[in-house]
């Protein structure tokens, strides 16, 4: 029997939460056994996502397929997430940015998480701290704003509805979002992704205003006690991100290398 590593299984499910986001937009997508690909296509120049999933015995024959890829989707840009760190793709124009980490939590309960939503809780410095599932549109649009200004996605501002997450996202099996609110405000989100054998995080993401008031780590909390506890939970950490996770029980399974190509000209 093959038992997939919880690094492997982390790969699977962010290539699933991409490939989701692709039939919610209309994008093309590629699957190969060992890696996926989404054409990202809301201006001509949007960067495609290719995500190695699994590790490769030689990385010169992965370079030429992804070479190829690009060149058939005429991709001025794009962002190769590398989990095994073995490719370089400085001949196809790109820089290798800062390694993160892919982490894993066990199942598990979540200290500190409310068993009922929304989730309450005082706001450092002040102030009411609510958190709950977005379950429609007009509630999954405040979450998107959220990403939008608070992860920050530059490429998407000034935010438009629908621009970077759109609605039927939510008619995804498995996907899910949450919204933290300070005092009624909103104040962050993160989105989840279950794929039947591990919960991935997505977007973290709190608005600068309110920052250093215990919002991302409410909002992951309450995602993580609600969206199938009984499952692993995967996400990348920012450096920003990783001493939360860390407290909330995440280890580190290796450090993906992201391979990016932003020509100046373009």
Same mark, same amino acid.
């Given at each position: 029997?093959?038992?997939?590593?919880?690094?492997?299984? *982390?790969?699977?499910?962010?290539? *699933?939460?991409?490939?989701?986001?692709?039939? !919610?937009?209309?994008?093309?997508?590629?699957?190969?056994?060992?890696?996926?690909?989404?054409?990202?296509?809301?201006?001509?120049?949007?960067?495609?996502?290719?995500?190695?999933?699994?590790?490769?015995?030689?990385?010169?024959?992965?370079?030429?397929?992804?070479?190829?890829?690009?060149?058939?989707?005429?991709?001025?840009?794009?962002?190769?997430?590398?989990?095994?760190?073995?490719?370089?793709?400085?001949?196809?124009?790109?820089?290798?940015?800062?390694?993160?980490?892919?982490?894993?939590?066990?199942?598990?309960?979540?200290?500190?998480?409310?068993? !009922?939503?929304?989730?309450?809780?005082?706001?450092?410095?002040?102030?009411?701290?609510?958190?709950?599932?977005?379950?429609?549109?007009?509630?999954?649009?405040?979450?998107?704003?959220?990403?939008?200004?608070?992860?920050?996605?530059? *490429?998407?501002?000034?935010?438009?509805?629908?621009?970077?997450?759109?609605?039927?996202?939510?008619?995804?099996?498995?996907?899910?979002?949450?919204?933290?609110?300070?005092?009624?405000?909103?104040?962050?989100?993160?989105?989840?992704?279950?794929?039947?054998?591990?919960?991935?995080?997505?977007?973290?993401?709190?608005?600068?205003?309110?920052?250093?008031?215990?919002?991302?780590?409410?909002?992951?909390?309450?995602?993580?006690?609600?969206?199938?506890?009984?499952?692993?939970?995967?996400?990348? *950490?920012?450096?920003?991100?990783?001493?939360?996770?860390?407290?909330?029980?995440?280890?580190?399974?290796?450090?993906?290398?992201?391979?990016?190509?932003?020509?100046?000209?373009?």
């Amino acid at each position: 029997m093959n038992t997939l590593s919880r690094l492997e299984q *982390a790969n699977d499910n962010a290539a *699933a939460f991409w490939l989701a986001q692709a039939r !919610a937009h209309g994008w093309r997508y590629r699957i190969r056994p060992d890696w996926t690909a989404v054409r990202c296509a809301r201006t001509p120049d949007d960067p495609p996502r290719l995500l190695v999933t699994r590790r490769y015995a030689e990385p010169k024959p992965l370079e030429a397929e992804l070479a190829e890829l690009i060149e058939e989707w005429e991709a001025v840009r794009f962002t190769v997430e590398d989990p095994y760190g073995g490719l370089d793709l400085t001949g196809l124009g790109a820089a290798r940015m800062p390694a993160m980490p892919v982490m894993t939590r066990e199942p598990g309960p979540v200290e500190g998480a409310s068993a !009922a939503l929304p989730a309450r809780a005082e706001a450092r410095g002040g102030g009411v701290l609510t958190v709950d599932e977005a379950l429609d549109g007009d509630t999954f649009a405040l979450v998107e704003r959220a990403v939008v200004d608070g992860f920050p996605l530059p *490429a998407r501002q000034p935010w438009t509805r629908g621009g970077a997450l759109p609605e039927n996202l939510l008619g995804e099996a498995g996907c899910r979002a949450w919204l933290g609110r300070v005092d009624a405000a909103v104040a962050g989100a993160c989105l989840t992704y279950d794929d039947g054998r591990v919960t991935g995080v997505y977007w973290v993401a709190t608005l600068p205003a309110h920052r250093g008031r215990g919002v991302a780590g409410a909002v992951l909390r309450t995602a993580l006690a609600h969206a199938h506890p009984d499952r692993p939970a995967s996400l990348v *950490a920012t450096s920003l991100g990783e001493p939360l996770y860390r407290r909330l029980g995440f280890t580190e399974q290796a450090r993906t290398s992201w391979w990016i190509r932003t020509p100046a000209d373009s």
